[in-house]
């Protein structure tokens, strides 16, 4: 900083420190580099977002799609809170969250296991098992 405002010639001695410092930060950041984890959640959520991108439920130049461009380039290792609570947003324009398609799986049983009586088709009308899904 004193040679580039003041052009003045660093001392001996001060070029000597430099070098000093600039080694001892140069070997803590080779011990340092530690491959990051891959977040799998944001992942997800991005590929998501990904494959609405040109669905029409959300604007294809959305913001969140800026942040997944980062993301990808940096291997899903870091999100600060502020991106990922861009991406829950945009999750919520299209309209599609994660957890609630994980857990709405629907469950397949054997003909074996289905029991045909007039009682137990009555029941399933009543429990509202045959209703139609697009209410």
């Given amino acids: 900083i004193k040679m580039y405002k003041n052009k003045q010639e660093l001392s001996p001695l001060e070029i000597?420190?430099?070098?000093?410092?600039?080694?001892?930060?140069?070997l803590d950041r080779g011990k340092n580099n530690q491959p990051a984890t891959v977040n799998e959640d944001l992942k997800k959520k991005c590929a998501l977002l990904l494959s609405e991108r040109t669905s029409g439920k959300i604007n294809h130049n959305h913001f969140a799609y800026t942040i997944i461009d980062t993301l990808k380039r940096n291997n899903y290792t870091k999100c600060s809170p502020k991106q990922y609570s861009i991406i829950e947003e945009a999750l919520k324009l299209v309209g599609r969250d994660l957890s609630t398609e994980e857990d709405n799986r629907t469950e397949i049983i054997s003909d074996s296991e289905i029991d045909l009586s007039l009682a137990s088709l009555s029941?399933?009308?009543?429990?509202?098992?045959f209703e139609d899904g697009d209410d």
């Fill in 123 to 129: 029941n399933a009308i009543g429990d509202g098992l």
């Fill in 16 to 26: 000597s420190s430099l070098r000093e410092i600039y080694e001892e930060y140069a």
